[in-house]
C-alpha cells in the first residue's frame, strides 16, 4: 500500500483544513487508517484513527475539534480540521494497519510522506 498525503498549509489560528490521505491497492476498506502528528522537537504522537468497520477515535487534544472520515470507493481518508490552535502546528501523516485502528504508531504497516501544517496565532 502507497498512501499520499496532501492538504496541509499555513491557516490563521480558529480556522479549518482538510487533509487528505489517498492509498493505492484493491484492499482499502480492509485497513484501518491513522492520523499522526510530530512537532518540530517532539515525538509523533497520535491524532486520529478509522477502523475498517467504521468507528473513529481521536486524541483528547483533538476531540470535537477534528473529524476522521474515510471514503473506500475513492481509497481516501480524511482528516477535517476546525478551530485549529498554534499548538496543532506539526507534519501530519496518514498510515494504514492491517490490524485494529491503533493509538501506538508501531502498529501501523504502512506510511505516507506527510505534510505540513501550520496554524498562525
Known amino acids: 500500500v502507497q498512501l499520499q498525503a496532501s492538504g496541509g498549509g499555513l491557516v490563521q489560528a480558529g480556522g479549518s483544513l482538510r487533509l487528505s490521505c489517498a492509498a493505492s491497492?484493491?484492499?482499502?476498506?480492509?485497513?484501518?487508517m491513522g492520523w499522526f502528528r510530530q512537532a518540530p522537537g517532539k515525538e509523533r504522537e497520535f491524532v486520529a484513527a478509522?477502523?475498517?468497520?467504521?468507528?473513529?477515535y481521536y486524541a483528547d487534544s483533538v476531540k470535537g475539534r477534528f473529524t476522521i472520515s474515510r471514503d473506500n470507493a475513492k481509497n481516501t481518508v480524511y482528516l477535517q480540521m476546525n478551530n485549529l490552535k498554534p499548538g496543532d502546528t506539526a507534519i501530519y501523516y496518514c498510515?494504514?494497519?492491517?490490524?485494529?485502528?491503533?493509538?501506538?504508531?508501531?502498529?501501523?504497516?504502512?506510511w505516507g510522506q506527510g505534510t505540513q501544517v501550520t496554524v498562525s496565532s
Open positions: 478509522h477502523s475498517w468497520s467504521g468507528s473513529a
Open positions: 498510515a494504514a494497519s492491517t490490524g485494529i485502528a491503533a493509538t501506538v504508531d508501531r502498529l501501523y504497516d504502512y
Open positions: 491497492g484493491r484492499t482499502f476498506s480492509r485497513y484501518a
